[in-house]
């Protein structure tokens, strides 16, 4: 069954050092732990970015600060979708190329993703590939979705969970993180609705979408570690109560949704 074969593989990933999500919706506090002490050791021992671009192992970025643009995320989630990404397997989990979606990520945030020529070549790549892009382009864009003077609000309202805290909370972001979170919040809920496909449930979302849509703000590596891992659990909780929290008027595909006018709920 499922659980047996993904029983075998955490076997065989801890005794790699490594460590594979688990496909069980709600992490256990050894689960959380674990990831906890894999993200420390990782911090500790990474290279900078710096580093990396001198080895000419990373390609070096547009030195261009990277606005919000609803835009830019609907075009990214249509690409995501186009190419069958919410049915895939680790979608958002597994890397891409670094040069490939270091330089896509440079047209993206260039006018040339105007250019329709220029933009299906540039996305003739692989899906994983984009979804790297998507999660760079919010680990970068200034400001974050969510502005740093929320991170601590909306984990106060993790335990206990208080939704009508969240949702209040969500209703004083500017319109246009409203608009973003809506659109995003609602492709996540679209991909873990098909876990048992993809392997990518909410909690493993939120893993991974904790600390990128959200900026920790705690002043130590120690302490932002423990921010990110109820960040992770904040995430999970907007997926699963996607409904209540960013309910849409009719629930659409994304697909070719970068040609059309991007319906605004927020104003």
Do not use: W
């Not at 990782?42 to 919000?68: D, Q, S, W």
């Not at 993703?113 to 933009?119: Q, V, Y």
């Not at 790549?125 to 969510?146: A, H, M, Q, S, T």
């Amino acid at each position: 069954g499922i659980n047996a074969e993904y029983g075998e593989k955490r076997s065989k990933a801890s005794a790699s050092s490594s460590i594979l999500l688990d496909v069980n919706p709600i992490p256990t506090t050894d689960t959380i732990r674990s990831v906890g002490k894999t993200l420390t050791s990782f911090l500790m021992k990474r290279p900078t970015k710096e580093v990396l671009v001198n080895k000419g192992i990373l390609a070096k970025e547009a030195a261009l600060e990277v606005p919000l643009n609803l835009h830019i995320v609907q075009l990214l989630l249509s690409e995501i979708e186009a190419k069958g990404g919410i049915e895939s397997e680790g979608v958002f989990r597994l890397s891409g190329e670094t040069n490939k979606v270091v330089s896509l990520y440079n047209f993206i945030i260039s006018n040339d993703r105007n250019d329709p020529s220029k933009l299906k070549e540039a996305f003739n790549v692989d899906v994983n590939n984009i979804c790297g892009v998507f999660k760079k382009y919010f680990r970068e864009c200034i400001p974050p979705l969510f502005p740093a003077n929320t991170t601590d609000t909306f984990i106060s309202y993790l335990e206990p969970l208080n939704l009508n805290g969240i949702k209040d909370s969500v209703a004083l972001l500017p319109p246009l993180h409203k608009n973003i979170l809506l659109l995003v919040m609602n492709f996540l809920r679209s991909v873990s609705d098909k876990s048992d496909v993809n392997k990518m449930t909410s909690a493993n979302l939120g893993i991974i979408f904790g600390p990128t849509l959200f900026r920790p703000t705690a002043p130590t590596t120690m302490e932002q570690i423990k921010q990110s891992n109820s960040l992770c659990g904040v995430i999970q909780k907007m997926i699963d109560n996607c409904g209540v929290l960013f309910p849409l008027r009719e629930r659409k595909s994304t697909l070719n949704s970068a040609q059309a006018p991007v319906q605004v709920m927020f104003k």
